[in-house]
């Protein structure tokens, strides 16, 4: 790995503040030390960055109004704001409220030396106009600060399955295994598994706003079948057909008494009382009939399982199996059992206040998005990827549950994924939606991170894709803080997979994200699938996208020396994989 050029934070800062009127221009909303991006990726250069309301070319721009290129031996990086940042600037209260109860993937980094360049105070200073204006809208916006006490108020559960609960252990059997991904195969192969219910449904989801799935719910769960669902309530999906509180009201009014439905302890949910998941009920499980399960790392919304007859704007990469096996069924519905009783005795109406609060602040953060540019629906998917079935296939399997501990006290899941990273001997194939950054303290996310970089270092083949969507701000302060893996990251559009491939050899289907909350916080599911054949599907999969879907995360890396993405995916590809992409989208602005 390229040794890491440390970010000149005081140098940097003490050049922001001797230039700053000339950096006080008009729709300049702050800046500070960073690295220069562009389009996604990191050029290796130091700069200051100027976050702007919107970004125009120099031709729309007066001379007055445009910033310098450069100031000192540093360049100045212009970016958008985001959506939040932008509400954050006339209204931090609204801003807050978004960004707690809002999904954690749309969450930015923090930069402790980000200043507001109006008075070119640090953000975070109580003497800021940005802190000032929250103090004041406490007279002006009641019911906002109501919604953020709401959230800081709310008492947590502890999380503590009894000794009964099964061991989340290896266990080695022989079974049917469905391996899928979307946008090939998971939508169809989901709703041939959803016409298979003969009893029942146990279901633990993050969101469920497809309308296609949830007209398959409403036809395959006739009666007398039963459904049973622990729902988290996170702000809409943008593929949204309706919202998920319609999901649960057209799912009780046709199901009746047969469907059971309780909201997740999740302290940003307004339909819970108190928590017991602090930011996500993050879980993808269907257990059918007691017998067998779908696990995904995909929701039930039309981005993660897109209807190819009807395709969305947005078609993400997500894995997904389908498992048959009785014991491993039942380990999965004690955990959902046991997350729906509490659930149950922990419910809220919904206050009126609180939920205008949220709305609203959503609302405003949604008309602070610049409106994206007409789009026809996705094209056709050309030999997509179908579904594999592996009949009477003897695999290893370990769940993986969390926030769930070993007797030992140790996380379940990260121990596992630790164990699995330590004994990689040739290739660490990991893609995610994100990878949050480190801090360099000693944490387990950071040995987490370290433990990757170590093998790298090593000599094992490490490739990381993220979404090019959340990857670049986490890419930008990795480089600058905590354990530095952006010479191995390739940025990919659409990707909300959680996916392993280790050594052509063991899989990891799941829906934990990397991050301190992904890996030991969220309720998140996962299994270990050791078997070359079911690798060597995922593999192919991983392989082609690597191949042809994505760019570096950083143009200066060294880790792409070792073997480009072509090698790369010569070494993992299967026969499976048949369709070819388009190129690589580089219309961003930046």
């Not at 046709?254 to 602090?278: C, G, H, N, T, Y």
């Not at 990381?464 to 480089?479: A, D, F, Q, T």
């Not at 082609?544 to 073997?563: F, Y």
């Amino acid at each position: 790995m390229a040794i890491r050029s440390r970010l000149q934070i005081k140098d940097i800062d003490q050049t922001i503040l001797k230039n700053l009127s000339k950096l006080q221009k008009i729709g300049v909303l702050t800046v500070r030390p960073g690295y220069e991006i562009a389009q996604d990726q990191l050029t290796g250069k130091q700069a200051i960055v100027a976050t702007v309301h919107t970004k125009k070319s120099l031709a729309d721009l007066p001379a007055s109004e445009r910033l310098p290129d450069k100031l000192g031996k540093y360049q100045v990086d212009v970016r958008e704001a985001s959506p939040y940042q932008r509400l954050r600037a006339y209204d931090p209260a609204a801003a807050a409220v978004a960004e707690t109860y809002g999904r954690p993937e749309e969450q930015d980094p923090v930069w402790g030396n980000e200043r507001e360049v109006s008075t070119g105070k640090l953000l975070g200073a109580k003497s800021s106009s940005t802190n000032k204006l929250f103090e004041r809208s406490k007279t002006t916006k009641p019911a906002a600060h109501k919604a953020l006490a709401a959230h800081q108020k709310k008492t947590q559960i502890q999380y503590s399955p009894d000794k009964n609960a099964p061991p989340l252990e290896r266990v080695e059997l022989t079974t049917t295994i469905i391996a899928h991904a979307s946008p090939d195969a998971g939508f169809a192969t989901l709703s041939k598994f959803l016409a298979g219910t003969t009893k029942s449904l146990l279901i633990g989801m993050y969101d469920f706003t497809s309308g296609p799935l949830l007209n398959a719910f409403l036809q395959d769960l006739k009666a007398p079948k039963t459904l049973q669902m622990v729902l988290d309530s996170p702000a809409p999906n943008p593929t949204a057909d309706q919202t998920d509180w319609i999901t649960v009201t057209e799912l009780e009014a046709a199901l009746k008494s047969r469907s059971q439905i309780a909201r997740a302890l999740v302290r940003s949910d307004k339909f819970a009382s108190e928590w017991m998941f602090p930011y996500a009920y993050h879980i993808k499980v269907i257990v059918r009939d007691g017998k067998d399960f779908w696990l995904s790392s995909g929701n039930l919304n039309n981005s993660n399982q897109p209807d190819l007859t009807r395709p969305p704007h947005t078609e993400d990469r997500d894995w997904h199996v389908i498992i048959s096996d009785e014991k491993l069924a039942q380990t999965f519905a004690y955990y959902l059992n046991y997350d729906f009783n509490s659930a149950t005795q922990h419910q809220a109406p919904d206050p009126d206040a609180i939920e205008k609060a949220i709305e609203q602040a959503r609302s405003q953060k949604a008309s602070n998005s610049n409106p994206p540019p007409p789009q026809p629906p996705a094209p056709a998917l050309k030999n997509p990827v179908a579904a594999k079935t592996f009949s009477n296939i003897a695999v290893a399997i370990t769940p993986l549950l969390t926030p769930d501990k070993l007797p030992d006290g140790q996380g379940q899941y990260l121990s596992s994924i630790m164990k699995l990273i330590g004994e990689a001997g040739e290739s660490i194939h990991i893609q995610l939606q994100y990878i949050e950054s480190s801090k360099g303290d000693g944490s387990l996310y950071n040995e987490l991170l370290q433990a990757i970089a170590d093998k790298a270092a090593a000599g094992v083949e490490v490739r990381l894709i993220e979404s090019r969507e959340y990857g670049p701000k986490w890419v930008e302060k990795m480089k600058a803080e905590g354990v530095d893996l952006t010479d191995y990251i390739w940025l990919q559009d659409n990707v909300h997979n959680k996916g392993f491939v280790i050594d052509s050899k063991t899989v990891v289907v799941s829906s934990q994200n990397f991050s301190p909350a992904g890996i030991h916080d969220n309720r998140d599911a996962g299994v270990i699938i050791e078997s070359p054949e079911i690798a060597a599907y995922f593999g192919g999969i991983f392989a082609d996208d690597l191949q042809n879907r994505t760019i570096p995360a950083s143009k200066v890396g060294s880790g792409r020396k070792t073997a480009s993405p072509k090698k790369a995916a010569k070494k993992t590809s299967a026969k499976q994989v048949t369709r070819k992409a388009a190129p690589v989208k580089t219309s961003r602005k930046k």
